[in-house]
């Protein structure tokens, strides 16, 4: 059986000789691995439409273990962000955390189109870290672990001042409900633009302006979330830590 799709590159490894086994993130099957044969030859003609940092749409066929990618069509080249040392990392963080958290074909088309205008956005704008905290949250909402930030988690009551963040729960907690050990204060920015990354307005999210302490508080919380639902160390994530520690330039 074939079937084809829109596919962002997650990663490659060699197999044997010519061959490739290629991680992608798929618009319609979700994440696979597949083989790619004979990739490595000067002219195979999936050479430029496999590679990291490319989209495109593949062609496959079903195998017995495991799919076939028969033929490619480079939609997209994200050549800018290649080319730039911030942007690399990040996006090769994001393509790690699609392949650790996500279950093989399950389809998730939304999130899909969400990297992609990430991506994109990425390449013709700059980095913008705003961008990689969206994708976060699209993640977290799509795997359903989309916060509850409206109402307490716990009694459902509209909240007041006194309100924390529960991991565990996944949400705001009022003062009058218990809460566990694993739970975040949150300061009242970063609340606002967590309310703004779930209802996923990205227009919004491109022009707004946020002080360092609340973007500081924003990458944290949405790292200790993934790591709390996600269960796994994101190990990209921790070269970026280390990379800004010993580069003179602020990320
Ligand atoms: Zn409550």
Known sequence: MYYRSRSIILRTRDLRESDQLVTVFTEKEGKLTA???GVKKPKSSLRGCVQPFCHSQLFFSQGRELDLITQGRLIDFFGN???????????????E???KSLMDKAPLP??????????????????NPLLVRY?????LTHLGYRPVLDRCVGCGSRLSDHYTF??????LVCGACPVGSRRIDLR?????????????????????????EAMRQLEYFLELY??????????????IRWLKQAMPVSI
């Not at 993934?226 to 070269?239: A, D, I, S």
């Open 35 to 37: 083989v790619a044969k």
């Open 81 to 95: 962000s290649r080319e730039d040392l911030n942007r690399t990392l990040y996006i090769m963080y994001m393509m």
């Open 97 to 99: 955390l699609l392949d």
């Open 110 to 127: 939304h999130l899909y189109l969400s990297l992609v205008e990430v991506l994109k956005l990425m390449d013709q704008d700059g980095f």
């Open 135 to 139: 994708f976060e949250s699209q993640l």
């Open 166 to 171: 529960s991991l565990a729960d996944g949400g």
């Open 188 to 212: 009242g920015d970063c609340l606002a633009l967590l309310r703004l990354l779930s209802q996923g307005a990205l227009p919004a999210i491109r022009r707004v302006k946020v002080s360092r």
């Open 226 to 239: 993934l790591e709390y639902h996600v269960e796994r160390k994101f190990r990209v994530k921790n070269t």
